[in-house]
């Protein structure tokens, strides 16, 4: 015999409606995606309110272009993750908005065009030339230069975001990670202008090395003593595998919450639906967890606000 649940109900929404509220319909509204929206901000409470977890947040770099930033920002400077995992272009991007300024774009928008007058497009954001490629070299020889003056001769990937984060301000999300001591650990750090500027400083200074195998051993060093793990992770790719992977070495994650547009059935990392990861032992067979089938910028704003009225 099949246990159906408790009866669908119908949201009902008035003038001053309390956002958090609002969530509380979305779960019982037996409404499709708008559930595990619901579920996404239950798992999340619990997870940052659990003084016990160690928490991760990993995004890709493509939302540090959009007004998202922001929401990243203020959730890291809130302290509820202790790990960040992102890209490289989250780091482009960071630096290249503390010094210049994006445009508002479309999809549409021809890019020959744009090419032509010096605007790369990065969906419906357009990057002016100016503002990425020449601008993040000279700051990042700039900052480096400094770095190996002081006597640094190596450096991780968190020693790197750590520098990027000193110099920049209260706008960035490299700033309010260095501020607040939020480990951040881009593993595809080639991937992207920052990681090409460090290789181009290696020309000229052929002492200087980038070890990444001691961002492993600060990410042992993390999960092997953690009573409990989460994650939030917004988008796929190696900051969300990266996520996942060394959480395996502790039995896997205890919270999940997963936010992607990528689809399950082509096989890929991006696509495949937190519960996949169980199979793999990079999330627990208990763990609290559920996939947002959702764009990031369109619902990440409404869950934070949710979550800051959920966990006053």
Known sequence: MIESGEPVQDISINEGTPIDKIFESLSKSGGFESRNLADGLSVLTEMIND???????????????TGLRGV?????????????????????????????????????????KLADENFHRLGNVLVPMDSYGPLIEKKMQLFLEEEYANGVRE?????VCKMIGKHLGDDSFLYSAYKNNVKVIVPG????????????????????????????????????????????MIGG?????????????????????????????????????????????????NAKQTTIHAEATTVLPFLYSALLTKLK
């Open 189 to 232: 750090i080639m991937d992207g202008a920052v990681g090409s500027q460090i290789w181009l400083f290696v020309q000229k200074h052929s002492d200087f090395k980038l070890n990444i195998i001691k961002d492993a051993d600060t990410l042992s060093g993390i999960i092997f003593k953690a009573k409990k793990s989460g994650a939030f």
């Open 51 to 65: 003084k016990e977890c160690i928490n991760f947040l990993s995004f890709v770099g493509a939302v540090i272009s």
């Open 155 to 159: 450096m991780s990937t968190e020693d």
């Open 72 to 112: 990243v920002k203020d959730m890291i400077e809130k302290k509820w993750f202790d790990v960040v995992i992102t890209t490289c272009g989250a780091l482009d991007h960071d630096i290249a908005r503390h010094f210049s300024n994006y445009n508002e774009g479309s999809f549409t928008m021809d890019d020959a």
């Open 237 to 285: 790719g190696i900051s969300k595998h990266h996520t996942l992977w060394w959480n395996q070495y502790r039995d896997g994650l205890d919270f999940a919450v997963y936010v992607t547009t990528a689809q399950e059935f082509d096989g890929s990392l991006s696509g495949a639906l937190v519960r996949e990861a169980i199979s793999w032992g990079k999330v627990t067979k």
